[in-house]
């Protein structure tokens, strides 16, 4: 069974910075993409960013520019810092590993992001 671990989340004023971490539990993360996703109550859960296990990365047009995904593979690990906070970025952020050969998704049990203006 794959774990994710999702931390960084927090109280921040608008324009602030967060970074968030997702560490997995198994291998296959090291090979698979990640994302990261976030929802707000009474709306569907939207994709912030994403990233290939070579390292490719895509942007909702709401966060391009602020936001970063990167990941460190040897420690199984994806960051997304998170920059210049407004607060319509409120959510809960969760991360996703797509096992790609099992078509399975994983999901971390998300971490509350909230941006005070």
């Known amino acids: 069974q794959v774990q994710l671990v999702e931390s960084g989340g927090g109280l921040v004023q608008a324009g602030g910075s967060l970074r968030l971490s997702c560490a997995a539990s198994?291998?296959?993360?090291?090979?698979?993409?990640v994302g990261w996703y976030r929802q707000v109550p009474g709306k569907q859960r939207e994709l912030v960013a994403s990233?290939?296990?070579?390292?490719?990365?895509n942007y909702a047009d709401s966060v391009k520019g602020r936001f970063t995904v990167s990941r460190d593979n040897a420690k199984k690990t994806v960051y997304l810092q998170m920059n210049s906070l407004k607060p319509e970025d409120t959510a809960v952020y969760y991360c996703?590993?797509?096992?790609?050969?099992?078509?399975?998704?994983?999901w971390g049990q998300g971490t509350q992001v909230t941006v005070s203006s």
């Open positions: 996703n590993l797509r096992w790609l050969v099992g078509k399975t998704d994983y």
């Open positions: 990233i290939t296990g070579a390292g490719s990365t």
């Open positions: 198994a291998s296959i993360f090291r090979t698979n993409p």
